[in-house]
C-alpha cells in the first residue's frame, strides 16, 4: 500500500472532472474519486488518450463548499497538474495527480460533519452531475450515455 502523500485530508466525491493535456484539444472526462488542496485522483476510461507518467494535464472540476446549514455550493477550478501515478483498475485507470499550484482551500475541511456532508452529497449530487454534464451518466459507467 502507498503511504499517503497529501499534506491535508481528502475529500472523496463522484463529480466530473474535463482533462486535456493541451489548452487546444478537446477536454476527456473522468469522474473524481478525491481532492485535496494539493493534488486529485479520478477515473477515466480512455485507454488511447490515457494521460501519461509525469505528464502534465489541464484539469477542471468542481469541488462542493458546505454551509454549516448543510446547503452546498461549487466551486470551480482550472489546475494544471502533474501525473503521478495510474493505476489499471479493469478497463478504467485511476489517475492521480499533483496541482502546479495549490487550491486555495481545503476541500476536506468543512464546517459540518463527515457523515452530513457524505449524505447530502448522495442525496443531491446526481442532479448537479448530470446538469453539468448531460451526457456523463454517473449511475452506471464512466463511458458517455
Not at 473524481?32 to 489541464?58: N, W
Not at 460533519?113 to 454517473?138: C, H, M, W
Amino acid at each position: 500500500m502507498t503511504a499517503e502523500k497529501r499534506s491535508d485530508q481528502r475529500l472523496r466525491y463522484r463529480w466530473p472532472v474535463h482533462f486535456s493535456q493541451k489548452v487546444e484539444d478537446t477536454p476527456s472526462r473522468g469522474r473524481m474519486v478525491d481532492v485535496s488542496s494539493t493534488g486529485a485522483a479520478f477515473l477515466c476510461s480512455t485507454p488511447d488518450d490515457c494521460p501519461r507518467l509525469g505528464k502534465a494535464l489541464i484539469c477542471r472540476f468542481s469541488v462542493p463548499r458546505f454551509g454549516s446549514d448543510i446547503s452546498f455550493d461549487a466551486a470551480s477550478f482550472k489546475r494544471v497538474a502533474r501525473v503521478c501515478r495510474i493505476d489499471k483498475i479493469g478497463d478504467l485507470r485511476r489517475i492521480a495527480v499533483q496541482f502546479i499550484t495549490p487550491l486555495p482551500l481545503k476541500p476536506d475541511a468543512q464546517p459540518i460533519s463527515k457523515y452530513d456532508r457524505t449524505y447530502k452529497l448522495i442525496t443531491e449530487s446526481r442532479g448537479l452531475v448530470a446538469a453539468s454534464s448531460p451526457q456523463f451518466n454517473p449511475t452506471t459507467s464512466l463511458h458517455p450515455s
